[in-house]
């Protein structure tokens, strides 16, 4: 047997592997309910579950319908933070907001108050982003969500990728607490910027669209601590891949962090489409996509299809 017909053979066997994943995962689906505070979400397909696993030699594996798009929502909290370490540098950014876990819902406003005079804990929390969001740089909302569209591009090798103008002006139109969380931070002085034009920024963030594909290629990247394998380049420093991935560990599951960091183990990312990045440390990038979501917000079916590929593969960093 040739090098190559023993290589598809394993492929073969990864793909009917994750398949097994996939059904096994997929009775947890009629447990979790859509997003529906975002009017726009609630018409994804509850049934959907995929997953992509992407290796450092450029091959990546695929089960479940790869081919639906859906939009970032907080997962490009992770993005947005690496673009501005790159903009800003380590000390203006974490002047205006922390580093500790809440143990609090994403949308929460209290700790605002109590805890930190209105510099937000964590760049993962709604407040935490929207003040990253805000560190953008650029001379209008236009020219700095192309900045950051074409770092996602970069991110995902995808030239035409975009975002969804229908999420976006729905989240855009009902983005109550979130307009609360920075008219709160703008008294506090972290936001400088007109609180409008801010949740216009943040909400088109929140809606660009990828697939699991392009998702598991971006945790791939932090899992190479910045380097892309694909286009041979490092995309963004170590040092600020290290920091995304700290994060994601210590707050990228919402207040599920710690029961995620116990059963799973490896950086992730979630967002209320129902997305999921993980990077597992030199080895590979997942994507994951389902919409049915726990009561914390994070996808019920592929936290589910994470843990069981992390006993099957070993995943856990600890
Ligand atoms: N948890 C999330 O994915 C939240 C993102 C969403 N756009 C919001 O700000 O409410």
Redesign the pocket.
Known sequence: MSQNEFDEKKEVKHMEELMVLIEDAKEFIPYGKVAN??PALAKANKKDLAVAVFLPDGRHFEAGNTTTRFTL???SKVISLALVLMDRGEDYVFERVGMEPTGDP??SIAKLEVRSAGKPLNPMI?AG?LAVTSMIKGHSVKDRFNRLLDFMRVLTGNKELSYSKEVAIS?FET?H??RSLSYFMKEHGIITEDVELLLDL??RQ?AIEVNCVELARIGLIFALDGYDPVSKTQIMPEKIAKICNTFMVTCGM?NASGAFAIKVGIPAK????GGVMGAVPRRFGIGVYGPSLDEI?NSIAGIKLLELLAQKYNLSIF
């Open positions: 505070y975002i929502q907080s997962i994403f949308n709604n982003a989240e983005a607490l979130n943040y909400t929140c919402y979630s967002g209320v489409s917000g």
